[in-house]
């Protein structure tokens, strides 16, 4: 099981992706991942989000989204945040990253949303869906 947080600045209408450099590929992602033991999805997303950005959330922070059943199980939440400033990687991510592998959080307003290789691709259309609303 994974579990990704879609975090949220309803100001400034944008969400915090990571932008992936990966031998060539060049493809963005929700922070999140793996669960550890017998993690829930929300205390997986919770320690993801905590690990790759420094950022504190708590099961009040986060809402259900959706969930995909493709290789695995991913759970998805949305998190709302008054953060503007665009937090460096951390934890295991900061230390894979190299010349070939690249995480770089950025603030992507949802209006650009379609122009993205957001992976996977079906949660791209469920984020956009709901953003429309």
Known sequence: M???VVIYNRQTQAL?????????R???VVPGGGAKGQETPIETAI??????LQIELTTK????????QEQEC????CAQSLQVTTPEISG??????????IYLPTWIKISQ????NLMPPQAKLKISEYFKN
């Open 47 to 52: 320690r993801e989000v905590r690990e790759e």
């Open 113 to 116: 949303l379609p122009q993205l």
């Open 16 to 24: 915090l992706l990571i932008h992936r450099l990966k031998d060539g």
């Open 26 to 28: 060049d493809y963005w």
């Open 74 to 77: 991913e759970v998805f939440f």
């Open 2 to 4: 994974r579990a990704r």
């Open 61 to 68: 922070d986060l809402h259900p989204l959706f969930v995909l």
């Open 92 to 101: 295991e991510e900061q230390e894979r990253s190299s010349l070939t592998n």
